[in-house]
């Protein structure tokens, strides 16, 4: 990997200094570290998620979510239709070869161009949304539960470098108790009995949006939105949605309904 510059030095120092003393709790705190890095970056959009996989299906189950970037909702809604799509199983299985240690590679190190630029996944989602380039750092909690953070470039720009995989890989690696709070989540086992769009919604809720806000990033309607979220409260047995966070970043036991 290249050398860090002088001045990246000081912003690294700067935002692990900002999210110190930032008030709120720790999805307050992954916003404000994760926006810098985007930023610092110059990413299109970013998220950190939160998941668990036992590696037996193609898509591993996320429970908590923090995102951000200058992208559009609609475009952001097409890439999570794409990351949950059936064509991107090998690219969720490429990620996250290797990850019984923590690493951080860009998309040319996950999967080369050829295979990549033919394939189904970056042709009828990324390139569409207007995206281009990744990078992706992934962080093993243990008990197959991870945090990973995912930066995208839009279509056109140039590919990160090793310089930028070492940035993202030095942040990340100094915030480990950032990464493990919240993963004592018996709540995520009931994930795969919700729909595609209740999980859409549920990923909502996590990142913090109103019911309006969801409504706008899913090209649906307030009324159908509630609606989503109601049977989410049903299936989970809560009535609210603190109630709904309690039993994902509190640990809260799961309960199903069929």
């Known amino acids: 990997m290249d050398a860090i510059p002088a001045d990246h030095v000081r912003q690294i120092i700067h935002l692990l200094g900002q999210v110190a003393v930032q008030e709120g709790d720790v999805q307050v705190k992954r916003r404000l570290l994760v926006d810098g890095m985007g930023e610092m970056l110059q990413a299109d959009y970013w998220f950190w998620i939160q998941f668990k996989d036992d590696l037996k299906g193609d ?3 996320p429970f908590s979510l923090v995102d951000g970037g200058p992208a559009s909702p609609p475009r952001r809604t097409r890439l999570a239709e794409g990351a949950s799509a059936p064509a991107a199983a090998f690219l969720n299985s490429r990620i996250r070869q290797g990850t019984d240690r923590h690493i951080t590679r860009r998309r040319v190190d996950v999967v080369e161009d050829e295979l990549w630029f033919a394939s189904e996944v970056q042709q009828q989602y990324f390139a569409p949304a207007g ?11 243990g008990e197959n539960y991870f945090s990973s ?6 279509l056109g720009q140039p590919a990160f470098t090793s310089r930028e995989v070492c940035i993202v890989h030095l942040l990340t690696e100094e915030v480990d108790w950032m990464h493990r709070r919240g993963i004592d989540v018996p709540a995520g086992q009931n994930l795969p009995e919700l729909t ?8 909502r809720v996590m990142a913090g949006d109103s019911e309006k806000q969801m409504a706008g990033m899913l090209s649906i309607s307030p009324h159908t939105v509630h609606d989503h979220l109601k049977e989410i409260y ?5 009535n609210s949605r603190m109630e709904l966070l309690a039993k994902f970043f509190g640990g809260g036991a799961s309960s199903s309904t069929s």
Not at 234 to 238: A, L, Q
């Open 59 to 61: 898509r591993p189950m």
């Open 131 to 141: 995206f281009g380039e990744f990078l992706s750092s992934v962080y093993p909690l």
């Open 149 to 154: 953070l995912f930066f995208v470039r839009a």
């Open 196 to 203: 595609a769009r209740q999980r859409q919604v549920l990923f």
């Open 234 to 238: 049903r299936r989970f047995g809560v």
